[in-house]
């Protein structure tokens, strides 16, 4: 069982940048991949982006490429997402999510995901 905490959340204003953060409890997590998805009112949860367990295998949605990096510090057990140029339509609560990783493939299905974190709040103001 793999439990999952994010932090980092807040509200900021067009433009600003925040770093969200995921703490996993379990010591191996460096054999997970991880994941980013986000859900505003109203909407699916849609995937934001993944790191594999190799740091240079990542993913990204088209809509927060160029704008949102994933990193991952498997020392601390930790994966990050900063996020900069924020807009309006980023305003959703993120997830944390991770699978153990037994192909390099990065997922981007929800369903894929076994385990989640309670999700932070990120509200962008215009």
């Known amino acids: 069982q793999v439990q999952l905490v994010e932090s980092g959340g807040g509200l900021v204003q067009t433009g600003g940048s925040l770093r969200l953060s995921c703490t996993a409890s379990r010591a191996l997590f460096g054999t997970y991949a991880m994941a980013w998805f986000r859900q505003a009112p109203g909407k699916e949860r849609e995937f934001v982006t993944a790191?594999?367990?190799?740091?240079?295998?990542?993913k990204y949605a088209d809509s927060v490429k160029g704008r949102f990096t994933i990193s991952r510090d498997n020392a601390k057990n930790t994966v990050y997402l900063q996020m900069n140029s924020l807009k309006p339509e980023d305003t959703a609560v993120y997830y944390c999510?991770?699978?153990?990783?037994?192909?390099?493939?990065?997922?981007?299905?929800?369903?894929?995901?076994?385990?989640w974190g309670q999700g932070t709040q990120v509200t962008v103001s215009s």
């Open positions: 790191i594999g367990r190799s740091a240079d295998n990542v």
């Open positions: 999510a991770a699978r153990w990783e037994d192909v390099k493939t990065l997922f981007t299905a929800t369903t894929r995901y076994a385990y």
